[in-house]
Nanobody, 124 residues
Framework: QVQLVESGGGLVQAGGSLRLSCAAS????????MGWFRQAPGKERKFVAA????????YYADSVKGRFTISRDNAKNTVYLQMNSLKSEDTAVYYC?????????????????WGQGTQVTVSS
């Protein structure tokens, strides 16, 4: 069992930045690919970014490419999402997810564990 705890959400003005963190339990963190997804009110959950277990490979949704950066620190069992140039349409609950395989994916169905989510609100 893997537990994921997100933090770092909040209220920010358009054009600003936030960094989300996701701390994972367990001793095999480096063998898990990690992903970030988001869900706006009344909308389906959407892929944001993913990173391989080693951290050498990343994958982004087109809507955040060039603005968001996913990274991980396997020594700290933590994955990050640096969000810059935020827009009002980035407003959503952001979820961290872990896949018990090292290869990143944008498909939410392959992720095995999910955090509780953290709210990000961007005011225009």
């Amino acid at each position: 069992q893997v537990q994921l705890v997100e933090s770092g959400g909040g209220l920010v003005q358009a054009g600003g930045s936030l960094r989300l963190s996701c701390a994972a339990s367990g001793r095999t963190f480096s063998s898990y690919a990690m992903g970030w997804f988001r869900q706006a009110p009344g909308k389906e959950r959407k892929f944001v970014a993913a990173i391989s277990g080693s951290g050498r490979s990343t994958y982004y949704a087109d809507s955040v490419k060039g603005r968001f950066t996913i990274s991980r620190d396997n020594a700290k069992n933590t994955v990050y999402l640096q969000m810059n140039s935020l827009k009002s349409e980035d407003t959503a609950v952001y979820y961290c997810a872990a896949r018990t395989r090292p290869y990143e994916s944008g498909d939410y169905r392959v992720y095995d564990y999910w955090g509780q989510g953290t709210q990000v609100t961007v005011s225009s």
